[in-house]
């Protein structure tokens, strides 16, 4: 690198676990690493496992009753996210940290204000709106009502703060827009992940499974998968769901057997990013039910990178190519997706066609390299509208 940065990465959250945001986290640490960059990650006291990282992690003081590792609000979350402020402005006086990039709502409230303390410009890397997010957490609709109005502060308010925004896709940069940041401080880069991963020859004969991988919270309409699912079979000899997750099994069977899909259903535990290799490749279409629209779902690009077509809803199309490396859906139409499901479970040789259109497709344009590439030309972007001390002091060697 020519001008390699000392950088703060602010992420509120457990770290590492198997989720997709964290996925993409680790993806972007180790990438900027390997460019000479010096990345030092803030994140909250526990993981879901532990493993040596080629940069820097630090974690808020332990909090002995505190594991949980699934998104959403808590009670206790503004209180270890004011641990993750004190952390940071800690990391950045004691390392001579130069930038903060924050990651998600949470980051940014830590982020934002530890820049304005240390004096140091703050990139914000939106991964949803909470407008969209938040109120899927809650069931009655009084507090419903409630997170959506919260919601809405909270996009107006918190991406505006930040002296540049990274937005994953068109659509959230768009909606970045209409809630009033200024679009020069709004960059596009898409996800990326180590297509390397996943190389070797997939495997010629696959099982008529559909798979979903990652977490079982509420914003991913698992309940349309589900009520789907015995359609499908009913259509499909021996056709079957496998649920590859990291949080309770049991919950995702509660879920299953209420909608009637529990006979054709396996649960799988993958705690590590092998094991959800493994289920992928033996699997013969991916499934992303969501219908929240301003997220990434990480899981299309894993699946395709392992060979598989993707079956989506509208609001989680993105990352494929609808009609070349899978199919979309309306949002919220168990019919329409157990239709596009058995398609393909029926097709195999159109399957196949479309996985190998899809590792293309990773290969071409959600490569890590491609991302890394995205991201530091934000940084760079973001220290241009820096003083001339600040921009210069930045692009010192670490």
Not at 341 to 366: C, F, H, N, T
Not at 380 to 397: H, I, N, T, V
């Amino acid at each position: 690198m020519k001008n390699p940065l000392n950088v703060a990465m602010v992420a509120a959250m457990p770290y590492p676990t198997g989720q997709g945001t964290q996925s993409l986290l680790s993806e972007l640490c180790r990438g900027l690493s390997s460019r000479g960059h010096r990345v030092h990650l803030v994140c909250y006291h526990h993981a879901a496992f532990r493993r040596e990282e080629p940069f820097f992690v630090h974690r808020i003081p332990r909090i002995p009753l505190y594991r949980r590792l699934r998104s959403g609000p808590d009670f206790f979350k503004p209180f270890l996210d004011a641990l993750v402020l004190a952390r940071t402005i800690q990391v950045v006086r004691r390392f001579g940290c130069r930038l903060i990039h924050a990651h998600n709502y949470e980051g940014a409230l830590a982020g934002v204000p530890a820049a304005g303390i240390c004096g140091v410009p703050c990139v914000y890397h939106a991964h949803n709106l909470m407008e969209d997010e938040l109120p899927r957490y809650f069931k009655n609709r009084a507090a419903v009502r409630l997170a959506r109005l919260a919601g809405i502060g909270l996009d107006r308010t918190v991406p505006r703060s930040a002296g540049l925004v990274i937005a994953l896709h068109d659509r959230l940069a768009a909606a970045l827009l209409r809630r009033g940041v200024s679009a020069a401080r709004v960059r596009v880069v898409e996800p990326g992940i180590n297509v390397r991963f996943w190389d070797g020859d997939p495997p010629a004969e696959r099982e008529p499974v559909v798979v979903y991988t990652g977490n079982l919270d509420a914003y991913q309409d698992l309940t349309v998968l589900f009520s789907a699912m015995p359609k499908v079979a009913a259509r499909v000899p021996g056709a079957r769901l496998r649920v590859a997750t990291m949080n309770d099994p049991e919950e995702a069977r509660r879920l299953a057997r209420a909608r009637g899909a529990m006979a054709v259903t396996d649960v799988v535990i993958t705690p590590h990013a092998e094991d959800t290799r493994k289920i992928l490749q033996r699997a013969r279409v991916a499934v992303s039910p969501r219908s929240s629209f301003s997220g990434f779902p990480i899981k299309n690009l894993n699946a395709q990178a392992a060979g598989l077509p993707v079956v989506a809803c509208q609001g989680s199309a993105f990352g494929f190519e609808p009609g070349r490396t899978g199919l979309t859906v309306p949002n919220r139409d168990p019919d329409a997706l157990a239709d596009a499901l058995v398609k393909l479970l029926r097709d195999p040789e159109r399957a196949r066609s479309y996985g190998l259109a899809g590792r293309r497709l990773m290969k071409e344009r959600y490569t890590r390299e491609r991302m890394i590439a995205g991201i530091e030309g934000a940084w760079y972007s973001a220290l241009r509208g820096c003083p001339d001390a600040l921009r210069k002091a930045a692009l010192q060697a670490p």
